[in-house]
């Protein structure tokens, strides 16, 4: 176990060291940060070379690299180029609410993804079966942001009863996140997961219906309650946990998407406007703590699978 | 349930045998077709799509207007003359519609074509030769999944300039690791066959082993695969000229159509500008995502139809 473990982690860790070097050269293509920096064409050379030559950029490349890797290794992310703020409190200031906003869709979506997928395999060729295959498959195709604008056009236009973008009325007094504008955006992310989630469950659910250790244990006459509640639920872990890895690095994209079209200030948002600017020091930063937060769930997902399955460890 | 389940094994047998004989009098392509029309749902999707492609295709004779001219009204209801309105700047609603999906479909398929040969070249490479190459490909294919998928496409989009080729090719070097993976775990199980053992032995050179022994073998899932790639291409290219980063104006893509709708006078006012594209889009996706599901029966031969 400690073997299988050690050896995930060396290949994270291989993984990350490709990706912070994919990071640092997409930058460098980017642009020079001292063009981007200075603006405009009035700029005397000899102070562009000064501050060229004070951030290392005379150097070569792969030096850069190595001087770049060093401060990101200590969790600075340099500053912003557009309003010059460090991009660590841009950070830390804007991952809350997609934390919260991600949180709360990917448990919601994954506990109804395992209930509707199970209760559809368990119920195979039935109106339930059916009428669940269909949500999911709607679910899958209808894009996150035509929901949302029709959610929109209902609850906020037609209905007026939940407000249409933004986390808190403006001028309320406290702070935080208010739950009414939580729920449009919940349910873009959540029916968009689900959808794809409940599918892969439901075939996996099958597949373990039919081993023949489930045959013989509905043989021995315990009932099919207790079959599947004792032998199978138990078996359908593992699916869902393929589920839950899954959907992390989709969830970043989500973000980006349902954070736009509902102004929730979150990540998405943020990363968005760093798009739209050319803010390379902020995408960059958000591409490698969003590869890390990958990369550790990869982690997470292989050890709980040694976990569940213990034949998973042998291999 | 004991019993249900015996009868269906029962079934399966009667079935087998059953399909077993008309197997051997049809060809592998009929069977597939056969299976294929059997999916009801499927077949369905695959006229409609076909009705859509061709209407796409054929966009420059069927569209009433040229879609880039400004005509005299100005976000006009949908009238006898302008059958789905016009849009603010006085734009032909349908014929926009019409050459979006024409874009849109173009992105799809193209970009889903280019995942799947750099997925199926690196596919089989890494299986096939194994050892370092084959760590080397697949550390490569997870660093490319690491990264945020759409954070991945806004990066690459800001640093070429968006618009519809360079989406395709975004697209296209985004979507390949799972054929990669896809392939290459085929093609580790197929390649301890024996009639590949059996062509090694004869001297048969590298590529014509891969191309003509195995390459075949993994067509059936790569094929059903790329449906999802498709659909996914779709989705994406519209999320990404949604959020402006994608198809650029005033060419028209299904994605910018719905891009308007983010302001509140077109989203309440004006559904006939909203609505029409976002309806394409769904019925785009769901029409791949069930052709896709069709051909998975169709190609599996172990489906019993």
């Known amino acids: 176990m400690a073997k299988y473990i050690l050896k995930r982690i060396a290949i994270a860790v291989i993984v990350l060291f490709g990706i912070t070097i994919i990071d640092f050269f997409i930058m460098t293509l980017a642009g020079n940060p001292i063009e981007i920096l200075s603006g405009g064409p009035r700029v005397n050379m000899g102070v562009l070379q000064q501050r060229a030559q004070n951030l290392g950029l005379d150097k070569p490349k792969y030096i850069q690299y190595f001087n770049w890797l060093g401060t990101v290794l200590h969790g600075d992310f340099g500053y912003s180029y557009k309003n010059y703020e460090p991009v660590n409190r841009m950070i830390s200031e804007h991952i809350g609410p997609t934390l919260i906003l991600m949180g709360t869709a990917l448990l919601l979506s994954t506990l109804i993804a395992a209930v509707a997928g199970i209760y559809s395999a368990v119920h195979q060729h039935k109106a339930g079966d059916y009428i669940i295959q269909t949500i999911a498959f709607l679910g899958q195709s209808i894009p996150g942001f035509f929901l949302a604008l029709i959610l929109i056009y209902l609850f906020s236009v037609k209905l007026g009863v939940l407000p249409s973008g933004g986390m808190r009325r403006l001028g309320s007094a406290g702070s935080g996140i208010q739950w009414q504008y939580m729920i449009m955006p919940v349910i873009v992310l959540g029916f968009e997961m689900a959808g794809r989630n409940i599918r892969y469950i439901r075939s996996s659910m099958l597949e373990i219906l039919n081993k023949e250790y489930l045959r013989t244990a509905e043989a021995k006459g315990i009932g099919r309650f207790r079959v599947i509640n004792r032998h199978a639920l138990k078996n359908a872990l593992i699916p869902i946990i393929t589920v839950l890895g899954m959907e992390i690095p989709n969830l970043f994209g989500g973000a980006v998407i349902v954070e736009q079209v509902f102004s929730w200030p979150g990540l998405g948002l943020m990363t968005m406007n760093a798009v739209l600017q050319r803010d390379y020091p902020v995408i960059m930063a958000v591409c490698l703590i969003s590869a890390v937060v990958v990369l550790a769930s990869n982690l997470v997902t292989d050890v709980l699978y040694a976990v569940v399955d213990p034949s998973v460890r042998f291999e | ?305």
């Open chain 2, 1 to 305: 349930m004991q019993s249900s389940i015996r009868r269906y094994a029962l079934n399966d047998r009667d079935k087998t045998a059953e399909r077993a004989e008309t197997e051997m009098q049809e060809s592998y392509l009929k069977s597939v077709v056969r299976r294929f029309k059997y999916h009801k749902v499927g077949y369905i999707s695959f006229w409609i799509l076909a009705v859509i492609a061709v209407l796409a295709v054929f966009a420059p004779l069927i569209a009433p207007y040229d879609p880039d001219r400004i005509n005299a009204a100005f976000s006009a209801a949908p009238s006898a003359k302008y059958i789905l309105g016009t849009d603010q700047v006085g734009r032909d609603q349908f014929s926009r519609l019409l050459y979006g999906t024409r874009v849109s479909l173009l992105v799809g398929v193209l970009a889903t074509l280019l995942a799947t040969v750099i997925g199926v070249i690196l596919g089989l490479i890494a299986g096939y030769f194994g050892g370092m190459i084959d760590m080397v490909i697949m550390r490569f294919t997870d660093m490319v999944m690491s990264f945020p998928y759409i954070l991945l496409i806004l990066v690459a989009a800001t640093i070429f300039e968006p618009g519809m080729w360079n989406i395709i090719l975004i697209l296209g070097f985004v979507d390949w690791p799972g054929v990669a993976r896809l392939v290459r775990g085929s093609v580790l199980e197929i390649k301890e066959a024996d009639f590949v053992h059996s062509s090694q032995i004869a001297g048969m050179s590298r590529p014509y082993i891969l191309l003509s022994d195995i390459l075949p073998n993994v067509t059936a899932p790569i094929l059903v695969f790329a449906t999802s790639v498709m659909a996914i291409s779709i989705l994406d290219e519209s999320a990404l000229s949604f959020l402006g980063m994608g198809v650029q104006p005033p060419t028209a893509s299904l994605g910018n159509m719905l891009d308007g709708a983010q302001s509140l006078t077109i989203l309440t006012k004006m559904p006939w500008l909203w609505i029409p594209p976002g309806v394409m889009i769904i019925l785009l996706v769901i029409c791949v995502n069930f052709i896709g599901d069709a051909l998975r029966d169709a190609l599996d031969p172990t489906t019993i139809r």
